[in-house]
């Protein structure tokens, strides 16, 4: 039997005030866990791009190198870490994006892509869209062109897919959960 969205849904954990007070926490390690429904959301989340056509995968840390992982496998790509500050061993490039208090910098290698690849950016959630529009800008500042970007839950509220798409980057999402 196919795999639903609503499956897919269910699967996602919900926890209440974590990291913080207010925030609703939207936990992909019980989709992850679930045989079935790891299987069938990467299956369902790379279906527009079977054509091979995509050079290498970009996963954010660290959700996004499971899934990253997997989506790159599945289309027979390379895959590119995109990191936290300080993590990778050769030379790097980096980008500077703001959190809710201050800035952070994310980083990866400067031989990762060569200008013109098509790049497929994969992240578990896209919230406010600051971490997933900080990579593009990455995988961009080296010239590759970034085909779009995909997430298993989207929290539409927080208009992170928006701001993607104003930055050129088309978004695909499984799910949504209005609200949060
Ligand atoms: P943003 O930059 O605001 O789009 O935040 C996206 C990043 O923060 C992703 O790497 C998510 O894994 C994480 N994140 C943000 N909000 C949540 C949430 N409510 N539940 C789980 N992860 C989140």
Known sequence: MDLTLTEIRAAIRAIPDYPKPG???RDITTLLGNARVFRGAID????PWLDGRIERVAGIEARGFILGGAVAHQLSAGFVPIRKKGKLPHATV????????GI???EMHRDAVLPGER????????ATGGTAS??????RSQGAEVVAACFIVDLPDLGGSGR???QGVPVRRLVSFEGD
């Not at 369902?44 to 279906?47: A, G, N, P, R, T």
């Open 164 to 166: 993607l798409k104003e």
């Open 94 to 101: 980096s980008v500077a994006y703001s959190l809710e208090y």
């Open 104 to 106: 952070d910098e994310m």
């Open 23 to 25: 925030i609703m926490f």
């Open 134 to 139: 900080a990579a593009a800008r990455l995988l």
């Open 119 to 126: 790049i497929l950016l994969v992240d578990d959630l896209i």
């Open 44 to 47: 369902l989340l790379v279906q």
